[in-house]
């Protein structure tokens, strides 16, 4: 189905990644409506319209449908009850609940892509005390245990070295083990971390991005370098990688894949998120189409191509305790800061970003280093 302009898209969620959508399908002649429960989110500044509800509310989700000529979502924790009502009541969203479903269960999301043939680290179920101490046996140290659901910029998880790390785990989620699920999985040696954003329209095309590569803080991404700084075999390998895993796994819109490039040569799938991602909001600046562009030409129906790296660049992650100091500093023609005008400059919380374009690498990387100690 081909959505055309000044039609209505929907959109579940209403953060930055909703904003970033709704700028720009508004840029591509859309009307926009989000829906989301809270009343100050950023998104609802650049909406027509803001459905105040929960994410689960049958009576908003109906309402969303009514007025929507196609619905996608922001983030991976819409509930799959949404997604019914949804399809059940005469709503389109392209994408269903298959991305979700997969991609909300990091144990179910690893087991997809080891049954495409694709290499993951070493991993374990954990769901009762006694798999714990299998599943350290099995996987061995160093490892890192991760919740199962729920969980983001280093949340939920527990880097284990030693036997002592082990014990202290064990002693904190002791009665949490008959709760919830875990997974235990085999920490990579890795040389660094990659991306890749592949999305696939309705229409069966499919378009990739330049390969990112990341350099994170205390688990929350920091950097994102463009071109990453590995060999074309790789990058290549990657593209390829990425392209059969959207098709493996028969879905439709945006897929962000994060990589591990081990130190033993290995490519290594880690995680996936069927929506817009950090690391790539430096297409924005960078390249022909950002990543929000060709996820609306995708659920739109329109035949969509990989799209053309126009600048090398180094985006620099700006959280709350950041804002201020980065917002005094004069920057150059080639330093564009987006931020996301989402209220309180909260630790921690993601409040912008600053993409900074030219030639050489090493130098976009320094003088991203130069701004953030300043």
């Not at 959508?21 to 591509?28: D, G, T």
Request: a neutral charge; proline letters at 3%.
């Amino acid at each position: 189905m081909i959505i055309e302009k000044g039609k209505s898209i929907g959109i579940l969620g209403g953060g930055q990644l909703g904003k970033m959508l709704c700028e720009s399908a508004i840029k591509k002649g859309y009307k926009t409506i989000i829906l989301d429960p809270g009343k100050d989110v950023c998104a609802a500044l650049v909406a027509q319209k803001h459905i105040l509800g929960p994410y689960n509310d049958r009576e908003s989700i109906l309402e969303l449908s009514k007025i929507s000529d196609v619905i996608t979502y922001e983030f991976e924790n819409v509930t799959s009850e949404s997604i019914d009502v949804i399809e059940n009541n005469g709503g389109y969203i392209p994408q269903g609940i298959k991305p979700l479903f997969i991609s909300q269960h990091r144990f179910r999301e690893k087991s997809k892509i080891k049954d495409l043939g694709i290499k993951t680290a070493n991993f374990k179920i954990i769901n009762v005390e006694n798999s714990f101490d299998k599943g350290i046996n099995e996987i061995g140290y160093p490892c890192i245990l991760k919740t199962c659901t729920g969980g983001y910029d280093g949340k939920g998880q527990w880097i284990i070295k030693t036997k002592e790390d082990k014990e202290k785990v064990e002693k904190e989620l002791k009665e949490e083990f008959r709760k919830r699920e875990y997974i235990l999985e085999e920490m990579i040696d890795f040389k660094c971390e990659l991306s890749c954003f592949v999305v696939k329209s309705t229409d069966k095309s499919v378009a990739i991005f330049p390969v990112a590569e990341n350099i994170h803080k205390n688990s929350i991404l920091h950097l994102t370098i463009v071109p990453a700084r590995v060999s074309k075999e790789v990058t290549d390998k990657i593209k390829k990688i990425s392209e059969k895993i959207i098709n493996g796994l028969d879905f439709v819109g945006p897929l962000a894949i994060e990589y591990f490039y081990g130190k033993d040569g290995e490519i290594y799938v880690n995680e996936i998120a069927p929506r817009p991602h950090n690391s790539f909001h430096y297409t924005m600046d960078a390249c022909d189409n950002s990543q929000f562009d060709i996820q609306i030409d995708a659920i739109c129906g329109k035949k969509i191509k990989d799209p053309k790296l126009l600048k090398n660049v180094v985006m620099l992650n700006i959280l709350g305790q950041d804002v201020k100091k980065i917002e005094k500093i004069s920057l150059n023609k080639n330093e564009i800061l987006h931020i996301y005008e989402k209220g309180e400059n909260k630790f921690n919380r993601k409040m912008g970003h600053l993409n900074i374009v030219g030639n050489n690498v090493e130098d976009l990387i320094i003088r991203a280093n130069e701004i953030y100690n300043k």
